[in-house]
């Protein structure tokens, strides 16, 4: 028997399964109800594969169902799926004749299942905060922007942690048919500016720090430089985070939070069309300036009830509890269950302290029903030789969720015999590009080792090799051969679409390409290797290399860089940064921590490399591009004449160094770095 009572593992002919979802619990799912009444209506079999070859055929009305199905309270006809002519892979264009609110949709749960939200922090006690305190200060909010000249379509930005206040900050935004962004407070003062900057924003909300593994982490400088580099702002709201009073040095109005919230409002929804931008995500900035991805409002909303509501069987009274940072887009996930009636868990703190427990601690004193984490801080819990299930009251906890990177099969055995045995091991896979998963959980299926449970419904994925052929069974590249409502309407400041074009249908002409390698089973199930690209993928937050480079251009010693991020096998990601030196310099101790502290200072401590080396040369094409891609595949023990087309690289001769490097740093033979002098970032990416 494993943690928990549920049965040792078997295997069927497509490999170890670790879970059979009770037919009980299986009967009491959404997903089982949406499949019977799809079957009902449209005659196809009551079987999973069988509706999502429904939901992925054009005209079948599977999106309009499922705004049915979850009763989305809205005006106007659904009939009309998308604008006549218009048949782009995006999210634009889409339920013409619907005018709908995302904010009024979150806002509808009842107090009688439980509060909307708990606050959780390393130095305050929890906070319960009920449905309806939640929508006075939606309300209050909301006012407050109207009050402003704060109109539909003008940008409301964030500088903030994991807190209440976020989560009211994004629905008042929503409420007026504002358009939100956020930047996580660990982000340095560059990297802020460059994403906020480019919108235009009207307002920002900002704390005047946070708390971190024990200490107080003060942001009002970064707050006064953020305000002078955003010269479109009118005002900044702050919220309370270190001190009682915060007094900024700014040249706009300064408005203290409790002044905004002070008195509850009931809020009034502005229903706008189904396209209308809800918030925008950024891009990880690997070729410059971060791209800001538009997301609708309609398309957030059936792609979140499907994925929560459907394939996480997240349930009305049920608490979700996943940890993460403002930054990366599972925390706007996270609040989407509130479209679903469930509580939202919010921890503003460290993972690991005061124990390599407390995420556990966390989800055992919150009673979750969903814990959401990395596949890294799994497998550091195995490391651990943690015992979850043993040391702590998990019986409320019905799924483990992971995402953000690859975790190796050993970790998800792990989740079985230590964690507990009858729980659902969810790793759903998708991106910030549509912010949901293309392949995750399957609540009516087993688990097995390794596997996502399927591709998700309405999502025509495939694996494709470099003549855009599909098959089952073997390693190519995730594609998506029909649109999405929740693919970006489109690129900010991206008048003529060149550079949406640019970033998906490369490659394939017409045709979403993610940059993951997948592979789709002959069972319906998908295993993701990594990217196929050159993004960064860090503790789960997809970076670029763009800011790593900028913040490394300031040090005078370095006179070029290159950084990468490669997946080694068995779970181990590698996150170095080569560097060549100007005559005479040495790259001893001090260089290297002065290199990461402007790293940290600039970006953020996730961009912190895992080693800084010194390389002979940093090789680049014949036009001055580094080559990232290629040395990452180099480095993952491509055959060198797969990798790169030396007869295109300025510096050939280096290919053969990072070649060998890969391979002492894959066999563990050798220290790639002599002096021994690493310069390590913290082993959850925070600072």
């Known amino acids: 028997m494993t943690a928990g009572g549920g049965s040792t593992p078997t295997r069927d002919d497509g490999g170890e399964i670790l879970w059979v979802p009770p037919a009980e619990r299986a009967a009491a799912t959404a997903m089982a109800r949406f499949l019977r009444w799809v079957a009902e209506r449209e005659g196809v079999p009551e079987d999973y594969q069988a509706v999502w070859a429904w939901s992925t055929r054009p005209g079948s009305g599977f999106w309009a169902a499922l705004a049915e199905f979850f009763e989305v309270a809205s005006d106007g006809d659904w009939t009309v799926e998308r604008t006549p002519g218009v048949d782009e892979l995006s999210g634009a264009d889409w339920f013409p004749q619907v005018q709908l609110n995302y904010a009024e949709h979150a806002l509808r749960g009842d107090d009688a299942r439980g509060p909307a939200l708990v606050q959780l922090s390393e130095d305050r006690d929890p906070v319960d905060v009920s449905w309806v305190e939640l929508r006075g200060r939606v309300g209050a909010f909301a006012a407050a922007l109207r009050a402003w000249g704060v109109r539909p379509g003008d940008r409301v930005v964030g500088y903030l942690p994991n807190l209440v206040e976020t989560v009211v900050a994004l629905l008042g935004s929503a409420a007026v048919g504002a358009v939100w962004a956020c930047c996580a407070p660990d982000y340095g003062t560059d990297a802020v500016i460059d994403r906020l900057a480019q919108i235009e924003p ?20 970064e707050i006064e430089q953020i305000v002078a580099g955003l010269p479109s702002l009118e005002r900044v709201v702050v919220v309370p985070r270190l001190r009682a009073a915060v007094g900024l040095d700014v040249a706009v109005p300064v408005v203290p939070w409790a002044d905004v919230a002070a008195t509850p409002a009931e809020p009034v929804f502005e229903r706008v069309p189904f396209d209308h931008p809800l918030w925008i995500l950024y891009s990880s900035g690997t070729t410059g300036l971060p791209k800001g991805i538009v997301h609708s409002q309609g398309g957030i909303v059936l792609e979140h009830l499907k994925w929560l509501g459907l394939h996480d069987d997240v349930r009305a009274g049920d608490r979700f509890f996943w940890f993460t940072s403002t930054a990366w887009m599972v925390w706007n996930a996270s609040v ?14 460290a993972p690991n302290r005061p124990g390599a427990d407390r995420l556990w601690e966390l989800t055992a004193q919150s009673r979750a029903t969903q814990f959401g984490t990395s596949a890294g801080y799994l497998t550091a819990s195995q490391k651990a030789g943690l015992t979850p299930g043993r040391d702590h009251d998990l019986s409320a ?4 969720l992971y995402s953000g990177s690859v975790l190796p099969v050993d970790g998800w055995r792990w989740v079985y015999e230590a964690v507990k045995g009858d729980v659902w091991l969810d790793a759903p896979c998708g991106g910030t590009d549509v912010c949901t998963p293309y392949v995750g959980g399957n609540p009516l299926s087993p688990v097995h080792a390794g596997e996502m449970q399927c591709r998700f419904l309405g999502t025509r994925v495939e694996s494709w090799d470099e003549e855009g052929r599909h098959a089952t069974d073997r390693i190519g590249e995730l594609v998506v051969t029909a649109a999405m409502p929740s693919m970006p309407v489109r690129f900010w400041n991206d008048p003529d679409g060149s550079r949406f074009r640019e970033a998906y249908f490369d490659v394939y002409p017409g045709v979403w390409r993610h940059g993951d390698w997948i592979t789709i089973t002959s069972r319906g199930t998908a295993t993701v290797h990594g990217r196929s690209d050159s993004t960064i993928n860090r503790h789960g937050v997809r970076m670029g290399s763009a800011d790593i480079y900028a913040a490394v251009d300031r040090i005078p010693e370095v006179t070029d860089s290159l950084v990468i991020g490669a997946e080694l096998g068995a779970g181990d990601y590698w996150m170095p940064l080569f560097v060549t030196l100007a005559q005479g310099q040495v790259l001893d101790a001090a260089l290297r921590a002065r290199i990461a502290d402007e790293i940290r200072r600039s970006c953020s401590a996730r961009h912190v490399p895992d080693e800084i080396l010194q390389a002979p040369a940093i090789p680049h094409t014949l036009t001055g591009k580094r080559l990232e891609v290629p040395v990452k595949r180099l480095l993952q023990g491509f055959e060198p004449a797969r990798a790169v087309n030396a007869g295109v690289v300025d510096t050939p001769e280096v290919l053969q160094w990072f070649t060998e490097l890969g391979a002492r740093r894959r066999a563990g033979t050798a220290d790639p770095d002599p002096a021994g002098e690493r310069v390590r970032a913290p082993a959850d990416g925070s600072s």
């Not at 009207?202 to 003060?218: E, I, M, N, T």
């Not at 906890?397 to 483990?400: A, E, N, Y």
């Open 397 to 400: 906890l019905r799924t483990v």
């Open 202 to 221: 009207k307002v920002l909300v900002a704390a005047d720090g946070y708390r971190f593994a024990g200490r107080p982490v003060d942001r009002t400088e």
């Open 336 to 349: 989407s269950a509130l479209l679903l009636g469930a509580t939202v868990v919010l921890y503003d703190g």
